[in-house]
């Protein structure tokens, strides 16, 4: 199984490591911003997990290569999505990026009909096996 990084988790990771490099060399210093850029990068460390689990199951669009259900996928059906977004939040609280917060915002939709566009096409794959995974996981 494949478990390298494709270029588009390259290019969103990289973007990451850009805010995350600006709020820890110019970010405004106290426990908020200690304690959010602290989450963010465990959320990027669960998000990169997450990521190499799904291995070649892993697409841009939504397609049933195979149902991973084990490691993070044990417990959560989206982790990319839940810790990549987390990961994006907190370090912009530690930017105070609070007009970035809108279009954070913004994007939640967005992820929450990627999401849903996925379940759609594993339920259609999977059927009752799916329907079991779904129903032992969280988001």
Same mark, same amino acid.
């Given at each position: 199984?494949?478990?390298?990084?494709?270029? +588009?988790d390259a290019v969103m990771f990289a973007f990451?490591?850009?805010?995350?490099?600006?709020?820890?060399?110019?970010?405004?210093?106290?426990?908020?911003?200690?304690?959010? %850029?602290?989450?963010?990068?465990?959320?990027?460390?669960?998000?990169?997990?997450?990521?190499?689990?799904?291995?070649?199951?892993?697409? !841009?669009?939504?397609?049933?290569?195979?149902?991973?259900?084990?490691?993070?996928?044990?417990?959560?059906?989206?982790? +990319?999505?839940?810790?990549?977004?987390?990961?994006? %939040? %907190? !370090?912009? =609280?530690?930017?105070?990026?609070?007009?970035?917060?809108? !279009?954070?915002? =913004?994007? +939640?939709?967005? /992820? =929450? =009909?990627?999401?849903?566009?996925? /379940?759609?096409?594993?339920? %259609?794959?999977?059927?009752? /096996?799916?329907?079991?995974?779904?129903?032992?996981?969280?988001?």
């Amino acid at each position: 199984m494949n478990r390298g990084l494709r270029p +588009i988790d390259a290019v969103m990771f990289a973007f990451y490591l850009l805010l995350l490099v600006l709020a820890v060399v110019g970010g405004p210093r106290g426990l908020v911003w200690l304690v959010s %850029l602290g989450l963010s990068v465990v959320c990027a460390g669960l998000w990169v997990l997450a990521r190499l689990e799904l291995g070649r199951s892993f697409s !841009v669009g939504a397609e049933a290569h195979e149902l991973v259900t084990t490691g993070l996928y044990e417990k959560f059906r989206n982790p +990319i999505y839940l810790f990549g977004t987390a990961a994006f %939040l %907190l !370090v912009l =609280v530690g930017l105070e990026g609070w007009s970035a917060l809108v !279009v954070w915002c =913004v994007l +939640i939709p967005v /992820q =929450v =009909v990627r999401a849903r566009r996925e /379940q759609r096409v594993l339920e %259609l794959a999977f059927g009752d /096996q799916y329907a079991a995974y779904r129903a032992s996981t969280w988001f």
